[in-house]
């Protein structure tokens, strides 16, 4: 069968394969090595790892583009901050992650860039805001956003930028490429914080950059490796691994969430319910704000509070624990990033805690 004719679940597993010739492994081993003998494509181990590659390969594949591999998530946004000029500005939601906007605030403040931040909701407004900024470099999106769930019309935001010479950069990490592939919306970067759904485990920090264009991948790699942002290939094997069942764990999460999503819109105990109708991250808005919020992440046992996503395990936290989120976010707000675990018990485990707060 020709890799172009297979679907998104089937090359989750293929992709990024030896040959299969006799003898050859089933997986790509892992490549430890920092140094290779002179005089190859490699050289040096900053500069390229087979590892790295086989992961880059089955990414670049999903998402229909060519794949880079970093050290993290924010390793990825940072390499990618970096390309923007002297003195020019990056439009991006208002409710990006909060490593994200850190990141910009902190270019920000060093005069290397302007950051304008919208609601990216509003199509109209952010279409305005790319036409009024003349030194407009990037339009950064986000959809869904964290932890806010909204979601951008990717697909008229891009053709918008396009008309006005504006980059668009697309973080995909709450869709993953299984659920949306904003290359083939227009976008002409996607982002990943492969630690998340792509890995899978809670046991991995890398991040990933997929693009389409030729020249743009040759000035990410370089910069990539002037500034040594590489994954170890253990932790590349380890996401790869994790890659190969990403289209099974998210079914399942995606169906839990679902189930928690019309369970939860019942309770007295919440005021809101966000949910994009996609994906596996919910979040419900307290109606006892933060100190509702804060006793249920206390009171469960199946639930574990933490602030990272996209494991196997459910998690959660409130989101406004941490200074950086702004006061946009209600106080309330719980993102729960739903596991595969049995859905009765995810519920049994929430529900006696919401109980306890609507007592």
């Known amino acids: 069968m020709s890799p172009s004719t297979l679907r998104p679940a089937t090359v989750a597993v293929t992709a990024g394969r030896p040959p299969h010739d006799p003898d050859q492994p089933l997986n790509v081993p892992i490549t430890m090595t920092s140094t290779y003998v002179a005089t190859g494509d490699l050289e040096y181990g900053r500069f390229g790892n087979p590892t790295w590659t086989a992961f880059e390969d089955a990414l670049g594949a999903l998402e229909g583009g060519r794949a880079l591999s970093f050290a993290s998530g924010m390793a990825a946004v940072t390499t990618l901050l970096d390309l923007v000029g002297q003195g020019s500005s990056v439009i991006a939601p208002r409710h990006s992650y909060n490593g994200t906007v850190a990141a910009l605030a902190d270019a920000e403040s060093r005069g290397r860039l302007r950051a304008n931040l919208v609601d ?5 407004s952010v279409i305005r805001a790319m036409h009024e900024d003349e030194d407009c470099a990037f339009l950064w999106l986000e959809s869904p956003t964290n932890p806010a769930l909204e979601v951008a019309d990717i697909a008229a935001l891009s053709a918008a930028a396009h008309e006005l010479g504006i980059s668009v950069v697309v973080d995909n990490t709450f869709a993953t490429p299984l659920l949306q592939q904003p290359l083939s919306l227009g976008a002409d970067v996607v982002l990943h914080s492969a630690t998340k759904y792509i890995a899978g485990h809670s046991d991995v920090l890398m991040g990933a950059i997929v693009v389409a ?92 509070h933490a602030t990272s996503l996209g494991g196997v395990e459910s998690t959660f936290e409130r989101r406004r624990r941490w200074k950086m989120e702004p006061t946009t976010i209600p106080e309330g707000l719980i993102r729960l990033s739903v596991g595969i675990e049995d859905v009765e018990d995810l519920w049994t485990d929430l529900v006696q805690a919401l109980d306890r707060i609507d007592a």
């Open 120 to 124: 990216i909701t509003d199509t109209d």
């Open 213 to 304: 264009d030729d020249q743009v991948y040759d000035a990410l790699k370089a910069r990539r490796g002037l500034a040594g942002s590489v994954p170890g290939p253990f932790e590349a094997w380890l996401a790869l691994r994790g890659l190969r069942t990403l289209h099974v764990r998210l079914e399942r999460a995606q169906a839990n969430a679902v189930e928690l999503v019309r369970r939860l819109a019942g309770h007295p105990a919440v005021e809101e319910v966000r949910y994009p109708g996609f994906g596996a991250i919910v979040a419900p808005v307290l109606r006892g704000g933060a100190d509702a919020g804060d006793f249920l992440v206390r009171a469960t046992s199946l639930w574990v």
